[in-house]
């Protein structure tokens, strides 16, 4: 399915810019559209996460037949993210290694294991003011 | 009996530290868990600390492989955000040096390969040939590794002799086209070897966000250079090789048309140079405003979404490099597999844990 179809599939407001297409979600919509997006023959590219005004802004990238797909959602301090992994196996990594950077915490995951960290490391090691050291 | 063998951090095959640990019933795998990380950097969070410039040199650190891609698609990603037009002739030089580095690096991986199946003079054949590659990367750059090529708006060098250039690629192009890719196409202890091993199916790839040759040996016909283009691909011809059975001779075979594409592409590029600037000024810091950028690396995409606030550091700076999206189908891979093919089905993958690790 072309990038167009899925948009159209998806409904809501779709924002083109130079890189792609990007729409705005509440975080609880992501795994009704992340579905969409698996049974529309897209492919999950990557979640990128960055802590904005004592909260974080989140963007699930999705490819499909090269057109990028965003959907960018808020996640208020302390709240929980719902888990795409049952729906597409290649977020593991992507939302392990939020989980270590950032200290998000994942709903609907047996656990949520360290990725780039060892056993036993705190998570958030991103979290340090831009002065401080990595942790 | 079932039993369990842990393999790594530290591995007699491949140069880089990762752990797999394979659950066995008798020689058949059953399970599969891996571990990553043992190469963390935490390049992300030094980008965010550092100006664009510096950062810039900082990205070519990601990987030691393919370290042109990685501060290409940092300068496009910025000029993006800033809307920098960057010279005719900067946008040729970049992708002869992109596909210059992807030549090497499927060179290298052939070699490995070549290793692992157990066929050492082949192995010596590609690094043969590597060296060739690696000496007009450097006659370009004055570099082996990191080739410190890219700048916001353009690039550091130009390419002063596109003949010698020329010449070489085409050298190159017979080599292989001779010897070393009939070999890895039709030797028959090439494909007794890797023929049904370590396959994934078209599905699998999807679901597992399998990228670049990994993806195309499955049957995803993706390649960024032509459905996403960037620099000046989409006046440049060149076919996607595409795979149906995705097993390690598949995934041999996409990377070997791959080469000669590459050939093809430089031959290409280097006959249409346009004359005039390397370019667009001093950068030193581009307006607010936040994109993502991929390229098509020699392992497949290259994810970037970089954050300016308009000054001249970064706000944020996401990198997801193609193997970290083609680790984990080492698990469909693997599920059903002879023990003894684990180590080839990992290195069919090309994997980089440098840079999937940052």
Not at chain 1, 86 to 97: N, Q, S, V, Y
Not at chain 2, 63 to 79: D, K, P, Q, R, T
Request: proline letters at 5%; one cysteine or more.
């Amino acid at each position: 399915m072309t990038g167009e179809a899925i948009r159209s599939r998806l409904g809501g407001l779709w924002l083109s810019r130079a890189d792609g297409w990007h729409q705005g979600i509440e975080l609880l919509q992501v795994r009704a559209m992340a579905g969409e997006m698996r049974s529309g023959g897209a492919r999950f590219a990557a979640l990128t996460v960055r802590p904005t005004d004592g909260a974080f802004k989140l963007a699930w990238h999705f490819d499909a037949a090269g057109e990028l797909l965003t959907l960018e959602a808020r996640l208020p301090a302390g709240a929980t993210v719902p888990s795409i992994l049952d729906l597409w196996p290649g977020a593991d990594w992507a939302e392990r290694e939020a989980r270590d950077y950032y200290a998000l915490r994942f709903d609907g995951r047996a656990d949520t294991p360290p990725l780039m960290l060892r056993d036993g490391d705190a998570p958030g090691v991103f979290l340090d003011s831009k002065e401080g050291a990595l942790s | 009996m079932s039993y369990r063998i842990p393999i790594g951090p530290y591995h007699l095959a491949l140069e880089e530290p990762y752990k797999i640990e394979v659950e066995c019933e008798g020689e058949t795998v059953t399970a599969v868990s891996l571990k990553v990380g043992f190469n963390f950097r935490g390049i992300e969070w030094l980008a965010e600390r550092k100006n664009i410039t510096q950062s810039t040199a900082l990205m070519e650190r990601v990987c030691g492989i393919c370290s042109n891609v990685h501060s290409m698609n940092f300068c496009l990603a910025l000029e993006r955000i800033g809307g920098v037009e960057v010279p005719a002739r900067a946008q040729h030089v970049r992708v002869v040096m992109a596909e210059l580095e992807r030549i090497h690096s499927h060179l290298l991986w052939a070699g490995v390969a070549a290793e692992l199946t157990g066929f050492h003079s082949l192995f010596m054949a590609c690094f043969h040939l590597r060296e060739k590659v690696m000496d007009l990367l450097e006659g370009i750059s004055g570099n082996r590794v990191n080739y410190a090529m890219n700048r916001i708006g353009g690039v550091n060098r130009d390419i002063t002799q596109p003949q010698a250039v020329l010449e070489g690629v085409r050298a190159i192009r017979e080599a292989l086209l001779k010897s070393l890719i009939p070999t890895f196409t039709t030797d028959a202890t090439v494909a007794a070897r890797c023929v049904g091993v370590g396959t994934l199916t078209r599905d699998e790839a999807l679901a597992y966000g399998a990228v670049g040759p990994v993806a195309r040996a499955s049957g995803v016909g993706q390649d960024l250079r032509r459905d996403a283009s960037y620099l000046v691909y989409d006046q440049l011809e060149f076919d996607v090789p595409v795979g149906r059975n995705g097993d390690v001779f598949d995934r041999i075979v996409v990377r070997a048309k791959e080469l000669l594409e590459s050939c093809r592409i430089i031959e290409q590029a280097l006959g249409r140079m346009p004359a005039g600037p390397l370019h667009a000024g001093d950068i030193y810091l581009v307006q607010a405003g936040e994109a993502a950028m991929r390229i098509e690396a020699p392992r497949g995409e290259a994810f970037y979404y970089v954050v300016s606030d308009g000054s001249d550091v970064p706000s944020r700076v996401k990198v997801r490099t193609p193997t970290f999206a083609n680790i984990p189908t080492v698990v469909p891979m693997v599920k059903g597999a002879v023990l003894a093919d684990v180590p080839l089905i990992q290195g069919s993958l090309d994997p980089c844990y440098s840079c999937t690790d940052r």
